[in-house]
């Protein structure tokens, strides 16, 4: 029996990929003839979408596994520390401004420094010219001599306290020094004290004579471990005449200021024999 057509194999099915057939080359012109040029729009030409259309763009919204993130190797940047702006002063940076600042300062000390050197050498140029031109007129400096107060012969009374011009006044009157167990003497002017003199100085006034006699009796006893009458002074006899060194050189005399052993008292006084020249006494006052 003849086979039917209905009993013939059936074709295997395949998925083998569609044939794309390019588009069909342009038809080449002979030598010496051009071919019109296609124009071709800008959008087509940076679009690829229209060359090529199955183009599918890649999607860039998935983090890359090679991109470096900051914060996970600094740690989380606080918000006050991003985009802070750097302090400035009066349009200076910080450092600017503090340079600027103390060279400043450097500058006025030496300008200050500058005047007082120019101001100073000024006045030494103008004393110069002063001098120069005294020596140029012949002139000398002036000498001025300043003569120290000196009491007349007759009054003495800024050295023997009073005694030259109110002996009355003074007579009787007491003097306490001030040092070696403050002795008390009493003064009697126009007197001497009697018995011949322990020792003979220069003093400058009358208080100065006493208390050289009290000085005499603070030190002589225990240095030279002695009770004598000579061990102490009892009295002076001053001479104010003689503080002027010229009157003492020419009466001989080797001091203005005595001093005397006890005893001494108001009775025993001298009047005074030393050619005129006043005298004035003071004694140990052994009342108190």
Not at 65 to 89: E, T
Not at 160 to 171: I, M, P, Q
Not at 189 to 210: Q, Y
């Amino acid at each position: 029996m003849p086979p039917r057509y209905d009993e013939a194999p059936e074709l295997a099915p395949h998925n083998y990929p569609e044939v794309h057939h390019p588009p069909s080359v342009p038809e080449v012109t002979s030598y010496g003839q051009h071919a019109p040029a296609t124009p071709i729009k800008p959008e087509d030409s940076t679009n690829p979408s229209t060359i090529h259309p199955n183009y599918a763009p890649v999607d860039n919204s998935a983090p890359s596994p090679y991109a470096y993130d900051h914060q996970s190797g600094y740690g989380h940047i606080p918000p006050s520390d991003q985009g802070r702006a750097r302090k400035r002063i009066l349009g200076c940076s910080v450092l600017v401004f503090v340079l600027s600042l103390i060279i400043a300062i450097l500058s006025a000390a030496v300008i200050g420094l500058a005047a007082g050197t120019g101001v100073e050498a000024s006045r030494a140029n103008d004393a110069e010219a002063r001098l120069a031109s005294v020596g140029a007129s012949g002139g000398s400096p002036t000498t001025v001599t300043v003569t120290a107060p000196t009491s007349t012969p007759s009054d003495f009374s800024n050295v023997d306290k009073g005694c030259s011009t109110n002996s009355a006044g003074v007579t009787g009157s007491t003097y306490t020094s001030q040092f070696f167990d403050r002795p008390t003497f009493q003064i009697y002017c126009n007197s001497n004290a009697p018995n011949n003199p322990l020792s003979s100085l220069f003093v400058g006034n009358f208080d100065d004579c006493i208390d050289a006699c009290a000085s005499y009796s603070f030190y002589i006893p225990g240095d030279f471990n002695s009770t004598s009458n000579n061990a102490t002074c009892a009295g002076v006899s001053y001479i104010p005449a003689w503080t002027n060194r010229t009157f003492a050189v020419q009466g001989s005399a080797p001091g203005n200021c005595y001093l005397k052993p006890g005893p001494q008292n108001q009775t025993a006084l001298e009047n005074p024999n030393i050619g005129g020249s006043a005298v004035h006494a003071a004694i140990l006052d052994t009342r108190s």
